[in-house]
Each structure stands twice: as structure tokens, then as C-alpha cells.
């Protein structure tokens, strides 16, 4: 993908809805330049075209959600990865962020085993050194991800050291939200059987409120999140005994 597609994604990501003509003088391009890169992102099914201008696809296609901010994602990836060691057994549920600490796992580690309710985890890191164990449960096509009282009936024969999670949405009264009941039923299950919780996710979702809860800030050991996260949001974190821990 292009640099200058990967800011028309951003671009999108804060303002939801821009013109064609707008892009064009945010990028300082022609709008012809415009349309080629939208029509680009359309067939790759990341965009949605409309009467001139563009809106973000707002699918919840793991493949979709990976493209948003893919390298600050990748970057955390890595950093999460300093904190396990060769020979652990770590939960992970799904989400763009936990499929790329996943991948980064996959590629960096040895004899990790890697417990999860994410069908698209699962395939994605494709790797024969890492054992993988899959929740079984209601599977939710769009997010390939399974959930309900079946995954946590599953997750319960297991304890592990860490669980890492995502999170649509945070705030000091809600906690960490998220968008499907389901999702966020079975993650605070499957939090139960983790010594430490630990949420992997960009800067901007502080700046939302997810319609569920997923879990309280007293429940979260550690967040994992780049340097544009909310000084408020980082300070009460802190009073809260939760450790943030940044990447540019």
C-alpha cells in the first residue's frame, strides 16, 4: 500500500467522512491523483464510495481492521513481545492488535503455546513451532472470532500468566469497552483465568466509548499503546496501578 493511501486511511480515520476535494489539498495532490488511490482502497475493500466523496468501510473484517494504522500496530507488536519468553502458554483474543502480537510471537519465539477464541489468530501466524489451542464456541463470521457460553466453558481448563486483549473504547467511568456484547461477555471470562490482563491497543480508541463494558481498570495489569495516548487518560491509568507502557 502506498504512503500516501496509508494517510488517506488516517485522514479518514479522524473526520469519517471526506470529500474528494478535500483529500486532494490534504495531500497537496490532484484530485485525479485522489480518485486513482480511492478507487484503490475500494477494491481492496477498505473504503466506501459515495456521490465525491469517501467514508472508512466499517466492516469488522479482521483483514480491514489490519490495514488501519498497520505499522504504529506492528511497532506495539514488538514491544509486547519483549514482555514474553520462549516456553510460555499465553492467551489471546482477537483483534487487529492481538493478531499481529500473535504473528510477532510466531516469528520471534520458541515453544510458545498460544490459547485463543480467534479462528483468524489461528490461521494467520501459520507457524508449526507454535502450539495453538482453539476455543471452540459461536463463531462470529465477520470477526472470525468465537464467543459465548461454549469458549468459556473451554477457557476455563486453562490458567495462564498473561491474557492480552484489545479494547474499542476506554474512559475513567466505563472502564475498557467494547462494541458486541458476546465479545466482551466471554473476555471478561476469560480474564478469570489470567494472572494478568494485559490490553494491546492504538492511542485513538481513548478518544471513544464503546457500548459495552469489557473490563473494569482495576482488572488491567498493563496497557500497551503509543506515545499520543491521552496525558489524562495515561495519569489515571498510573493512579490506578496500571502500567502503560509506549511506542512511538
Known amino acids: 500500500m502506498k504512503e500516501r493511501q496509508n494517510r488517506i486511511l488516517d485522514a479518514l480515520t479522524k473526520h469519517e467522512k471526506l470529500e474528494v476535494k478535500e483529500l486532494a489539498e490534504m495531500m497537496e495532490v490532484s484530485q485525479v491523483t485522489i480518485r486513482k488511490d480511492l478507487d484503490a482502497l475500494t477494491q481492496q475493500g477498505l473504503i466506501i464510495?459515495?456521490?465525491?466523496?469517501?467514508?472508512?468501510?466499517?466492516?469488522?473484517?479482521?483483514?480491514?481492521?489490519?490495514?488501519?494504522?498497520y505499522e504504529m500496530k506492528q511497532r506495539i507488536a514488538k514491544k509486547v513481545c519483549e514482555d514474553i519468553h520462549d516456553g510460555e502458554t499465553i492467551m489471546i483474543e482477537s483483534g487487529s492488535c492481538c493478531a499481529l502480537v500473535a504473528l510477532e510471537i510466531a516469528q520471534s519465539k520458541k515453544n510458545i503455546t498460544i490459547i485463543t477464541n480467534s479462528a483468524f489468530i489461528a490461521d494467520y501466524i501459520r507457524n508449526e513451532d507454535i502450539k495453538v489451542?482453539?476455543?471452540?464456541?459461536?463463531?462470529?463470521?465477520?470477526?472470525?472470532?468465537?464467543?459465548g457460553p461454549i469458549t468459556i466453558n473451554n477457557a476455563k481448563n486453562?490458567?495462564?500468566?498473561?491474557?492480552?486483549?484489545?479494547?474499542?473504547?476506554?474512559?475513567?467511568?466505563?472502564?475498557?469497552?467494547?462494541?458486541?456484547?458476546?465479545?466482551?461477555?466471554?473476555?471478561r471470562e476469560m480474564a478469570k483465568q489470567a494472572a494478568h490482563v494485559i490490553v494491546v491497543t492504538e492511542s485513538e480508541k481513548f478518544g471513544h466509548i464503546g457500548t459495552v463494558n469489557l473490563l473494569d481498570t482495576k482488572n488491567?495489569?498493563?496497557?500497551?499503546?503509543?506515545?499520543?495516548?491521552?496525558?489524562?487518560?495515561?495519569?489515571?491509568?498510573?493512579?490506578?496501578?496500571?502500567?502503560?507502557?509506549?511506542?512511538?
Open 49 to 69: 464510495r459515495n456521490h465525491g466523496y469517501a467514508t472508512l468501510n466499517n466492516s469488522d473484517d479482521m483483514n480491514n481492521r489490519l490495514a488501519y494504522h
Open 133 to 147: 489451542i482453539l476455543l471452540g464456541g459461536e463463531y462470529q463470521a465477520s470477526s472470525q472470532v468465537l464467543v
Open 220 to 248: 488491567v495489569a498493563k496497557v500497551y499503546t503509543d506515545t499520543h495516548i491521552p496525558q489524562e487518560d495515561e495519569i489515571y491509568l498510573n493512579e490506578m496501578n496500571v502500567e502503560v507502557i509506549k511506542v512511538d
Open 158 to 187: 486453562f490458567f495462564v500468566d498473561k491474557y492480552f486483549i484489545g479494547a474499542d473504547g476506554f474512559s475513567e467511568k466505563s472502564g475498557f469497552t467494547g462494541k458486541d456484547y458476546l465479545r466482551a461477555e466471554t473476555v
